[in-house]
């Protein structure tokens, strides 16, 4: 079965160290999207791509990149981990039709 | 500016009982709502998506309806459930964003 997946599920790092969340998915779209979920906030869109080599920034892009280099993948990348970075971490994708389809999460915490 | 609001912010109710999850927006342009359930520690799963012309989408259990005059949603839920703990998250795509309300928490208890 298709599905999308994300790694680590918990990651624990320090302030001002580079990380990287994995996002993979056998779905075969081509719109991948990153989010970010606080306490008292929605979902908030960090960064999207609607296809390979494509990116875009969402509402809360900053200290945040994304690369997409091929279809499945849509690596998230902190430059320098702050704490305010502490959260929960969604990967979807979607395609045509724009149902998004969510991988379980990544809790973050930066000391 | 877009925006969702979800109410009650927090529900407990008792197995077996019915139960209705409000939603208002103000959204512009509308393209269509979507109910999500997060179970704790998950990923949200979509319940139903709306469009302007649909007024009524079921789900099993879940029944969601729209009025696109006043700008309102509800997802009913019949006869309850302890799976049914969960968060319930409504949304809005505008264009080509979607637009995330808080969500309502609901417990169901034995």
């Known amino acids: 079965d298709a599905e999308i997946t994300q790694s680590p599920r918990h990651k624990i790092t320090e302030t001002g160290r580079q990380v990287t969340l994995a996002c993979h998915q056998t779905?075969?779209?081509?719109?991948m999207f990153w989010y970010r979920q606080d306490l008292g906030h929605g979902l908030r869109l960090i960064h999207y791509s609607y296809g390979v080599h494509d990116t875009n920034k969402g509402e809360v892009s900053d200290g945040y990149s994304v690369s997409r280099s091929n279809t499945e993948d849509l690596p998230l990348t902190l430059e320098s981990a702050a704490s305010s970075q502490t959260s929960v971490y969604f990967c979807?994708?979607?395609?045509?039709?724009?149902?998004?389809?969510f991988g379980p999460g990544t809790r973050l915490t930066v000391l | 500016k877009n925006q969702v609001e979800q109410s009650p912010q927090s529900l407990i109710i008792l197995e077996g009982k019915n139960c209705t999850l409000q939603?208002?927006?103000?959204?512009?342009?509308?393209?269509?709502l979507r109910w999500y359930k997060q179970d704790t520690g998950r990923g949200p799963v979509s319940l139903t998506i709306m469009t302007f012309s649909e007024n009524t989408k079921s789900n099993g259990r879940y029944t969601a309806t729209l009025d696109a005059d006043t700008k309102q949603s509800s997802l009913h839920i019949t006869a309850s459930q302890l799976s049914d703990s969960a968060s319930y998250i409504c949304v809005v795509q505008a264009g080509t964003a979607l637009i995330f309300g808080k969500g309502t928490t609901l417990s169901v208890s034995s």
């Open positions: 939603c208002n927006y103000t959204v512009s342009p509308f393209s269509n």
């Open positions: 979807a994708s979607s395609d045509l039709v724009n149902e998004q389809f």
């Open positions: 779905w075969n779209h081509n719109n």
